[in-house]
């Protein structure tokens, strides 16, 4: 009973913490969205937030984790020790759309979840931290990746955020994306003259994206290959000696785009052979260099079960988990960090019109209406709450921690 009345008594100051803040939070978010920048270059966004955390009495490292525009701000209890629960703010844009996935709102959720676990360290008497992130270019530039290689998340129990979406829950599943370039290297010759000098590099590049079309047909339906050729040469009538591709691979999971990227690689270095570009040059071809890795979205299941419970408080409805698993969405740098610690990445509604989904520039223009930002102050109590369990309740906690099925060991192969 002791218990059910402290959680009680901290989640109506929690509640009461966003909803004071939350007229300063909407100007935050609009001036974001006026000010759109692309992955590490958010400076008017990283500064804008950390002025204002700085202001509300976190402790603030800016330019944090050797990144420009990376934050981390922290608030411990008085009487130190406890847990130590994280958020994250997102807060870069798309080129040309701008904020049209919504990363103006994301930045003021992970600020008004830290603000409301702070009050409560101030007005009651638990033990623990609260640490939000500023992580920049989660659209393709992996900022947490970055920061999870510097030790981020090294202390922290928990990470909890949300996203805009056309709707809402906790367990959608997002692919595991990997990028690299190929690069082949042949030998000039005159196409006309003496093309029997030439080593061609473009024939090594068509015949592996020929046979990457042929592998198409033998994949899951959740795995994805797509590409391009950027340098398919300099003129028709010159063997070209130098061709390059940017690709990117998708799966379901971590583990299956481990064993796609087996197999797609094979279809390059194949063809590398099969060509002659393997010996020209003395380089050893096709030179590929691998990008940022993202990992498919490690969901806890009881933190994303608390969340949805707290989130029916406010009259939100939930489709079935099954059903969520079996939708398979983007990809997101948070899924790194979810087999690191546990996590969740969950999805909140803002009524985009039909044909206005994320990475639309109709999402854009939803991202800065009172509908949006009042569905975001309603998700960021959910993520307050679930947080505020895991440091109260010892039982969730081991709930939590026997869920998982990650560990610091994922962070060597990212």
């Known amino acids: 009973m002791l218990i059910i009345n402290l959680v009680n008594e901290c989640a109506k100051t929690a509640e009461e913490a966003i909803n004071n803040k939350s007229e300063d939070l909407k100007s935050i978010s609009l001036k974001i969205h006026e000010k759109p920048e692309l992955a590490f270059k958010e400076k008017f966004a990283h500064d804008l937030l950390v002025k204002y955390l700085k202001d509300e009495g976190f402790e603030v490292t800016c330019n944090a984790y050797g990144i420009e525009t990376a934050f981390v701000a922290e608030f411990s209890s008085k009487g130190g020790g406890g847990k130590v629960v994280s958020f994250n703010s997102e807060y870069d844009a798309l080129p040309g759309i701008g904020h049209a996935c919504g990363h103006n709102l994301i930045a003021i959720s992970g600020v008004a979840a830290a603000i409301a676990i702070k009050a409560v360290f101030e007005k009651h008497k638990i033990p623990g931290k609260v640490k939000l992130f500023g992580t920049p270019a989660e659209e393709g530039g992996g900022g947490k990746i970055f920061m999870i290689k510097a030790g981020a998340y090294d202390d922290v129990d928990v990470s909890l955020m949300v996203h805009p979406s056309p709707f809402d829950g906790s367990f959608y599943s997002y692919f595991?994306?990997?990028?690299?370039?190929?690069e082949?290297?042949?030998?000039?010759?005159?196409?006309?003259?003496?093309?029997?000098?030439?080593?061609?590099a473009l024939d090594a590049m068509a015949s592996a994206y020929s046979s990457i079309g042929l592998l198409r047909q033998q994949i899951k339906p959740t795995d994805r290959i797509h590409g391009i050729i950027t340098n398919g040469g300099e003129a028709p009538n010159v063997i070209p000696d130098y061709t390059s591709a940017d690709f990117i691979i998708r799966s379901k999971t971590i583990e299956e785009l481990n064993d796609l990227k087996t197999r797609v690689y094979n279809c390059f270095e194949a063809a590398g052979k099969a060509t002659g570009c393997t010996e020209a040059?003395?380089?050893?071809?096709?030179?590929?260099?691998?990008?940022?890795?993202?990992?498919?979205?490690?969901?806890?299941?009881?933190?994303?079960?608390?969340?949805?419970?707290h989130l029916r408080k406010f009259g939100i409805d939930f489709k079935p988990r099954i059903?969520?698993?079996?939708?398979v969405l983007g990809s997101t740098d948070q899924g790194n960090v979810t087999y690191i610690i546990p996590g969740i990445h969950a999805l909140y509604d803002i009524k985009p019109p039909i044909g206005s989904g994320n990475h639309t520039i109709g999402f854009t223009d939803i991202c800065k209406t009172d509908l949006a930002h009042d569905a975001t102050f309603i998700a960021s109590k959910g993520i307050a709450l679930t947080a505020l369990d895991f440091l109260i309740d010892d039982e969730f906690v081991k709930q939590v921690k026997d869920a998982f099925n990650g560990g610091p060991s994922w962070k060597d192969s990212m």
């Not at 595991?176 to 190929?182: N, P, R």
């Not at 082949?184 to 061609?200: D, K, L, Q, T, V």
């Not at 890795?293 to 994303?304: A, R, W």
């Not at 059903?323 to 939708?327: F, G, I, K, L, R």
Request: proline share 7%.
């Open 323 to 327: 059903e969520q698993v079996n939708t």
């Open 176 to 182: 595991a994306v990997e990028s690299f370039d190929v």
């Open 184 to 200: 082949y290297f042949g030998r000039n010759a005159h196409a006309s003259g003496i093309p029997w000098e030439g080593i061609n």
């Open 281 to 309: 040059n003395g380089t050893k071809d096709p030179k590929i260099t691998p990008k940022t890795k993202y990992f498919d979205v490690n969901s806890n299941i009881p933190l994303g079960e608390r969340y949805e419970k």
